[in-house]
């Protein structure tokens, strides 16, 4: 059994591979004379403002038992696209940490409570919208989350110093005109009660 994993063990530093090769905007951990044998991996990372597409690392193997060959292609380095930033939007998946995206790369927004899509009024607020990584690096064109519109229900709000601002979120205005129900069912009830 031991001659058995020394042979095996001799083969295998016998075989090596020729020095990785390079790639275009990136570059490996190998070092200019390391000797690439079997079993050995090289990383390779790009240069910033590009995204790796393909295997990060490959690694010295072998066919025949006898010639060392890389287990896969090289990655390549691509332009990326810096993660975006939306004022009032936010990525749907808030867990991607991500600060580079491949190109072609689809990302889904919505817009923060409150706002919505320029000139889509019609649309709710939770509308969403994607924006793909071009090849120069940039995205498509970005949209804009504007403030949500709630000039009608500013109109339907009887005269009142408290409520006269516009532009209140419908939300907000519901809660307040609700506390001025209370407010008033309240002194109803002192004045009934002020009258028995």
Same mark, same amino acid.
């Given at each position: 059994?031991?001659?058995?994993?020394?042979?095996?063990?001799? !083969?295998?530093?016998?075989?090596?591979?020729?020095?990785?090769?390079?790639? +275009?905007?990136?570059? $490996? $951990?190998?070092?200019?004379?390391?000797?690439?044998? &079997?079993?050995?991996?090289?990383?390779?990372? #790009?240069?910033?403002?590009?995204?790796?597409?393909?295997?990060?690392?490959?690694?010295?193997? +072998?066919?025949?038992?006898?010639?060392?060959?890389?287990?896969? /292609?090289? /990655?390549?380095?691509?332009?990326?696209?810096?993660? /975006?930033?939306?004022?009032?939007?936010?990525?749907?998946?808030?867990?991607?940490?991500?600060?580079?995206?491949?190109? $072609?790369?689809?990302?889904?927004?919505?817009?923060?409570?409150?706002?919505?899509?320029?000139?889509?009024?019609?649309?709710?607020?939770? %509308?969403? !919208?994607?924006?793909? #990584?071009?090849? %120069?690096?940039?995205?498509?064109?970005?949209?804009?989350? $504007?403030?949500?519109?709630?000039? %009608?229900?500013?109109?339907?709000?009887?005269?009142?110093?408290? &409520?006269?601002?516009?532009?209140?979120?419908?939300?907000?205005?519901? +809660?307040?005109?609700?506390?001025?129900?209370?407010?008033?069912?309240?002194?109803?009830?002192?004045?009934?009660?002020?009258?028995?």
């Amino acid at each position: 059994m031991r001659t058995l994993i020394f042979m095996l063990t001799f !083969f295998a530093s016998a075989i090596s591979c020729r020095p990785p090769p390079d790639i +275009t905007h990136g570059s $490996n $951990n190998a070092l200019i004379g390391d000797d690439f044998s &079997f079993g050995l991996k090289v990383t390779y990372k #790009c240069d910033q403002g590009f995204s790796l597409i393909g295997e990060a690392s490959i690694h010295c193997t +072998t066919k025949d038992n006898v010639n060392g060959e890389w287990s896969g /292609p090289a /990655p390549e380095c691509k332009v990326g696209c810096l993660k /975006p930033e939306v004022p009032n939007g936010n990525l749907l998946n808030a867990l991607d940490e991500k600060m580079w995206y491949s190109v $072609n790369e689809t990302i889904p927004f919505k817009c923060s409570p409150g706002y919505q899509l320029s000139s889509h009024s019609h649309l709710p607020e939770t %509308d969403r !919208f994607s924006i793909t #990584c071009l090849q %120069d690096g940039s995205w498509t064109a970005l949209p804009k989350c $504007n403030k949500q519109s709630t000039s %009608d229900v500013c109109e339907m709000v009887p005269e009142n110093r408290e &409520f006269k601002v516009c532009g209140m979120p419908a939300e907000e205005l519901r +809660t307040l005109l609700e506390v001025q129900k209370l407010y008033l069912e309240i002194e109803k009830l002192k004045q009934e009660l002020k009258s028995q």
